[in-house]
C-alpha cells in the first residue's frame, strides 16, 4: 500500500531564504508526482508535476526533483516571501493504478516572516 | 478558461440527512475525481469518473455515491450523514493530453450536526 510522508510537518523561516521541502513515497512504482500549494480552507493549487521518467521541473522560483529509485521528491523555493505562506501538499498517482486516484502527504505547513 | 468549478461552497446537514455536491471540470477535461479532506490531513480519494464510467473507488462506504453526466460534469452524493463526514470536498479535473495532471477546485465546506 502506497504512502506518503512529508518532512517537516511544519517549517518557519525569514523572509529571502531559500528552502526545501521533503515528501517519501513507499512504491517506487508511481505514474506521477504533484505538488501543490493549499491556503487555509481553500482548494489545492498545482504548482508542479513530474511524470516517472522525469528528474526535475521548474517554475520561477521553484524546483521540483524525483528519485523514483528512492522513493523521494523535494521542493527547492528560491528566495522565499510573505506570499510563499501556505501548506504544501506532495501526491502520487500508482503505476497502474487510475490516474485520478492521488496519495496525498499530509502537507508541510510553511510561515515565511517579513 | 474558467477553472473547476464547484456548488455548494458552504453547507451545514443534520445527522441522517443526504447531500449532493456539484463540480463542474474544467472544458475538455473527461475525468472527474473526488476527494475527502478532514482538518489536519491530506486529501483521500473517494471516486474517478472518465467519460462517465467509473475508473477507481477509495475506502469509502456505500453511503457515498457518484455519478458523471454527458457534459462531464459530476455530482457526489452522501446518504445518512455521519458527523465524521464533516469536511472539505474537493473535486479535481484533468485529461490524458495533460498527463492526468489534477486541477482543484475551491472545494465545498460540509458541516454535519
Known amino acids: 500500500k502506497q504512502e506518503v510522508t512529508q518532512i517537516p510537518a511544519a517549517l518557519s523561516v525569514p523572509e529571502g531564504e531559500n528552502l526545501v521541502l521533503n515528501c517519501s513515497f513507499t512504491d517506487s512504482a508511481i505514474y506521477n508526482l504533484q505538488w501543490f500549494r493549499q491556503d487555509p480552507g481553500k482548494g489545492l493549487t498545482s504548482l508542479l508535476l513530474?511524470?516517472?521518467?522525469?528528474r526535475e521541473q521548474t517554475s520561477g522560483r521553484l524546483n521540483a526533483s524525483l528519485d523514483k529509485s528512492s522513493g523521494r521528491s523535494t521542493l527547492y523555493i528560491a528566495a522565499s516571501q510573505p506570499g510563499d505562506s501556505a501548506t504544501y501538499l506532495c501526491a502520487v498517482a500508482n503505476y497502474g493504478g487510475s490516474q485520478g486516484n492521488l496519495i496525498f502527504g499530509k502537507g508541510t505547513k510553511l510561515s515565511v516572516k517579513p | 478558461d474558467a477553472g473547476v468549478t464547484q456548488s455548494p461552497t458552504h453547507l451545514i446537514k443534520t445527522r441522517g440527512q443526504q447531500v449532493t455536491l456539484r463540480c463542474s471540470p474544467i472544458?475538455?477535461?473527461?475525468?472527474v475525481s473526488w476527494y475527502q479532506q478532514v482538518l489536519g490531513q491530506g486529501p483521500q480519494f473517494i471516486f474517478q469518473y472518465y467519460e462517465k464510467e467509473e475508473r477507481g473507488r477509495g475506502n469509502f462506504p456505500d453511503r457515498f455515491s457518484a455519478r458523471q453526466f454527458p457534459n462531464y460534469s459530476s455530482e457526489l452524493n452522501v446518504n445518512a450523514l455521519l458527523l465524521g463526514d464533516s469536511a472539505l470536498y474537493l473535486c479535481?479535473?484533468?485529461?490524458?493530453?495533460?498527463?492526468?495532471?489534477?486541477?482543484f477546485g475551491p472545494g465545498t465546506r460540509l458541516t454535519v450536526t
Open positions: 513530474i511524470q516517472s521518467s522525469q
Open positions: 472544458s475538455g477535461h473527461k475525468s
Open positions: 479535481a479535473s484533468s485529461t490524458p493530453s495533460g498527463h492526468y495532471e489534477q486541477y
